[in-house]
């Protein structure tokens, strides 16, 4: 079993920027990546970011450049840089790990971006 806690979310004014993090524990041997998602509501479920345990990252389009997600091996933990945030990043952005026999899901933190 692996447990995932998101923090790290808020308000903030377009333009601004916040660093969502995500600690992971229990069976952290077993995570092959930890994926960083977001749902506005009236929205899908979007994938942000993700990285591999190799380090290896990916974004969605509307955020390269913007977001940069990195992991701290030492502390369990990944983050998700966000700059030159819009008011469409406003959504609950949550932490996934995925493991060999399935993902283990945070419970999510909001994201506010005002106008």
């Known amino acids: 079993q692996v447990q995932v806690v998101e923090s790290g979310g808020g308000l903030v004014q377009a333009g601004g920027s916040l660093r969502l993090s995500c600690a992971a524990s229990?069976?952290?041997?077993?995570?092959?990546?930890m994926h960083w998602y977001r749902q506005a509501p009236g929205n899908q479920r979007e994938l942000v970011a993700a990285i591999t345990s190799g380090g290896s990252t990916n974004y969605a389009d509307s955020v390269k450049g913007r977001f940069t997600i990195s992991s701290d091996n030492a502390k369990n933990t990944v983050y998700l840089q966000m700059n030159s945030l819009k008011p469409e990043d406003t959504a609950v952005y949550c932490c996934?790990?995925?493991?060999?026999?399935?993902?283990?899901w945070g419970q999510g933190t909001q994201v506010t971006v005002s106008s």
């Open positions: 229990g069976s952290i041997f077993s995570i092959n990546a």
């Open positions: 996934a790990a995925l493991g060999p026999y399935g993902n283990y």
